[in-house]
């Protein structure tokens, strides 16, 4: 999980997995896309395949690339590790805020009524 967490923490990088998270894609193709040359890609390219977050298929003299879905869902369940608990805390102090608001209204009402 650490080469992939290094991988993504370059915006490129998460760039490049969003192109080819959509479709399969050429290494020149994917450079259209960017204002740095294509050897720098190519190391971009070479990053995400050694964390196994791109896979690389040849066709003739090109090199198709697209995701990993399986290293992403790998990502996605360790992030959702620790944003679940994040959303219930934030969820159960949000619900207790609420009761708090409500239990004061109810009493500021009792003591309205005469």
């Known amino acids: 999980m650490d080469a ?17 998270g959509e479709r399969e894609m050429a290494a020149g193709e994917i450079a259209d896309h960017f204002d740095i040359t294509r050897p720098a890609i190519s190391q971009h390219l070479k990053i995400l395949r050694e964390a196994h977050l791109v896979t690389e298929r040849r066709e003739g003299t090109r090199r198709l690339y697209r995701a990993e879905p399986e290293t992403l869902a ?4 360790f992030v959702e590790e620790f944003w679940t608990p994040g959303l219930q805390r934030l969820r159960d102090l949000a619900e207790a805020t609420e009761t708090a608001a409500s239990t004061r209204a109810a009493t500021e009402d009792d003591k309205e009524t005469p």
Request: overall charge positive.
């Open 4 to 20: 992939v967490l290094k991988a993504i923490a370059e915006p490129r990088r998460r760039q490049i997995l969003r192109l080819v």
């Open 74 to 77: 790998e990502l996605r369940t």
